[in-house]
């Protein structure tokens, strides 16, 4: 077993986190260990570790856990964090970089990090200005491979977070996606099981650098992974 990467997950109990645990499910060839501040439910057949601590903990935890890779799929929305920006900057920037320069200092090589079509540090939209402030961030501190994954509206499970407007847009995706043709392709909505998937064989990928994966490139990585199963 010493040979089989550690895979650490941060974001476990989100939409996307949640389907990188059941991606993970009978894998022989991946050890997952998802950092959470509170216990959540593993999927059925899951062989993996969860460690519990508080966010201010994170770091030790981090150097504990000693992953070669990491997958970050931490994210609040506006709501959850009470419409108050610096609660929502507080998850979706501060904690997301300290999980970063906590694996750069555990040593991790491949960072993957879940992000946003559209995000742009000059954005006016609040939620991908973070994102974009971020991406550049994590840019700087030095990883291997720094893989980035801009996924469109996510498909998936999550109806206690849904706004009726997302409730609305998922369910016209199979014909909004036909529209969504060009450039316009990275918007098309997504299945949050290809981005997990996609997340998963990036901590896979040996080719140093930083690479942007919009949808189509999210469905490639995806597709990669299961061609490995």
């Not at 529209?179 to 040996?206: C, F, H, N, P, W």
Request: net charge positive; charged share 25%; proline share 5%.
């Amino acid at each position: 077993m010493s040979d089989v990467p550690r895979i650490l997950l941060v974001g476990a109990t989100g939409l996307v986190g949640t389907r990188v645990m059941e991606a993970a499910v009978g894998r022989s060839d991946l050890r997952l260990v998802a950092l959470t501040r509170r216990e959540a439910p593993m999927p059925p057949g899951a062989r993996m570790e969860m460690m519990v601590s508080e966010p201010p903990r994170w770091d030790e935890a981090i150097a504990l856990i000693a992953p070669e890779a990491a997958i970050c799929a931490l994210g609040t929305t506006w709501r959850k964090s009470g419409r108050d920006e610096a609660a929502f900057r507080q998850v979706d920037e501060e904690l997301v970089l300290r999980v970063a320069r906590a694996a750069v200092t555990a040593g991790v090589r491949n960072f993957v990090f879940v992000s946003s079509v559209g995000a742009n540090p000059g954005s006016k939209a609040l939620y991908l200005r973070v994102k974009g402030e971020v991406e550049a961030r994590l840019r700087k501190l030095g990883f291997h491979r720094l893989d980035i994954l801009r996924p469109g509206l996510l498909r998936g499970p999550r109806t206690s977070d849904r706004r009726i407007a997302e409730r609305l847009g998922i369910i016209a995706s199979p014909l909004t996606n036909l529209v969504l043709t060009g450039s316009k392709r990275q918007y098309r909505a997504i299945d949050a099981r290809q981005v997990a998937l996609a997340a998963l064989q990036a901590t896979r990928e040996k080719a140093r650098g930083t690479f942007l994966h919009d949808s189509d490139g999210i469905v490639r990585l995806a597709r990669r992974l299961d061609g490995a199963s």
